[in-house]
């Protein structure tokens, strides 16, 4: 096992462009968390799904995001018509159900609005 | 005011100083505390978690709660430079989905 993966890196894009992240948990964890995290703050809790449902969505995830787990795997975050102010880290993480205490965390988009 | 309370640092310790990071929250209902470590431009690493009140040790590192005066400590032992990063606390309940809460985290700089 691997860990978590996430890809790309590092992303720069221009305002008002669309970008995708893709975030593998860890193959046996059923849950999977996204974050944001900005310079200087810890990471803010975006969203959840367990398996393939999407459970818990947080005020910070605005109408141009949108994320997905279609068959309970992988997952992508999507932001549409992006702005400056999404320039931030985007981390994933996963854990087992009933261990959301115990959330592992990939390395990390670092998405870059210009 | 922020749920999770966290001294940004940067903490400055020479190799081998016991190290103390602390964390105070708000939430009465947060039940497990956990410390994460977060090296520049990289995710967070979980170090170690504690459920309620207590301490627990993994080698050169002691997380303690006091939920009391909800207020919670990371002590390192014997650090190292390799010890030098960003450390996170967070927190959540013992329902739900248990989202973390983290602090900003506070920047440790151990000089050789």
């Known amino acids: 096992d691997t860990g978590v993966s996430q890809n790309p890196r590092h992303k720069i894009t221009k305002r008002g462009q669309n970008v995708t992240f893709r975030c593998d948990p860890i193959?046996?964890?059923?849950?999977l968390y996204w974050y944001r995290q900005t310079l200087g703050q810890g990471p803010e809790f975006l969203t959840y799904?367990?398996?393939?449902?999407?459970?818990?969505k947080s005020r910070l995830l605005s109408d141009r995001f949108s994320a997905e787990r279609p068959k309970g795997s992988f997952s992508t975050l999507e932001i549409q018509r992006t702005e400056q102010g999404d320039s931030a880290m985007y981390l994933c993480?996963?854990?087992?159900?009933?261990?959301?205490?115990?959330?592992?965390f990939g390395p990390g988009t670092r998405l870059t609005v210009t | 005011q922020k749920e999770v309370e966290q001294d940004p640092g940067p903490l400055s310790v020479p190799e081998g100083a016991i190290v103390s990071l602390n964390c105070t929250y708000s939430?009465?209902?947060?039940?497990?505390f956990m410390w994460y470590r977060q090296y520049s431009r990289k995710g967070p690493e979980l170090l170690m978690y504690t459920y309620s009140s207590g301490n627990k040790e993994d080698g050169r590192f002691t997380a303690q709660v006091d939920k009391s005066s909800k207020y919670i400590s990371l002590f390192i032992r014997d650090s190292q430079p390799s010890d030098s990063a960003t450390y996170l606390c967070a927190m959540s309940p013992n329902t739900g989905f248990q989202k973390l809460v983290f602090g900003t985290g506070t920047r440790l700089l151990v000089s050789p």
């Open positions: 193959s046996e964890h059923n849950r």
């Open positions: 993480a996963s854990s087992l159900r009933g261990k959301g205490y115990e959330q592992y």
């Open positions: 939430n009465s209902a947060f039940q497990y």
């Open positions: 799904f367990q398996n393939e449902a999407q459970l818990e």
